[in-house]
């Protein structure tokens, strides 16, 4: 079980290292969420496997259990949510017009969701000023195909598209892969 957490802190550490190298440039990053659910998962994995392996019946199981149930159920919600990087929230309101208009979907702009009323649907949106971080949930579950063209027309809006921004999320990104780094050389002794 050791090795398996020192392949999983080597992951996270590179995972945590490459994001917060990336947030340093100037150019918003869309991240689906469920990429974010999967590495929260791989952390949990050696906590969450050891006691089914040692004993099974003991109470813990059975909360690992329902931790595990939770997990199912939050990586089934991250499914059609995006996490997206160096963006304020006029460009993200902005640029998520964009690509609506360039599918020629009707929308009501509010703050904190855009209103698909053709679609009987809606955006959610949580912006984070402090970190430049917003979380987008597109509510989109009877049309895949049309989903897939926004998150494509809006990754190709972004790329043009550069934002001054507060190092917040690059710093506490690339501190959290130096733990883990720390983390797993502790481990190797």
């Known amino acids: ?8 802190l080597a992951l996270l550490s590179i995972f945590c290292l490459s994001l917060g190298i990336l947030i340093l440039r100037k150019k918003p990053i869309v991240i689906k969420g469920y990429i974010f659910t999967l590495f929260i998962t791989l ?31 939050i990586f089934k919600k991250s499914f059609g949510s995006i996490t997206i990087y160096n963006i304020n929230e006029d460009l993200l309101y902005e640029s998520l017009s964009e690509a609506l208009e360039k599918e020629n979907v009707e929308y009501e702009e509010k703050r904190g969701e855009i209103l698909l009323p053709s679609l009987d649907s809606k955006i ?12 987008v949930h597109i509510n989109l579950k009877k049309d895949k195909f049309l989903y897939n063209q ?5 990754k190709q809006v972004l790329s043009d598209k550069k934002v001054d921004h507060f190092l917040l999320s690059a710093i506490t990104n690339i501190a959290c892969s130096v733990f883990l780094i720390i983390a797993l050389i502790t481990i190797l002794d």
């Not at 050696?46 to 690992?64: Q, R």
């Not at 959610?124 to 979380?135: D, E, L, Y």
């Open 43 to 73: 952390c949990y994995l050696p906590m969450l496997i050891n006691p089914f392996i040692y004993d099974f019946l003991s109470p813990y199981s059975l909360v690992n259990c329902a931790f595990i149930i939770f997990l199912i159920f």
């Open 124 to 135: 959610k949106i949580s912006f984070h000023p402090v970190a430049s971080t917003a979380n």
């Open 1 to 8: 079980m050791l090795i398996c957490s020192k392949i999983i």
């Open 150 to 154: 926004i998150i494509k027309n809006l």
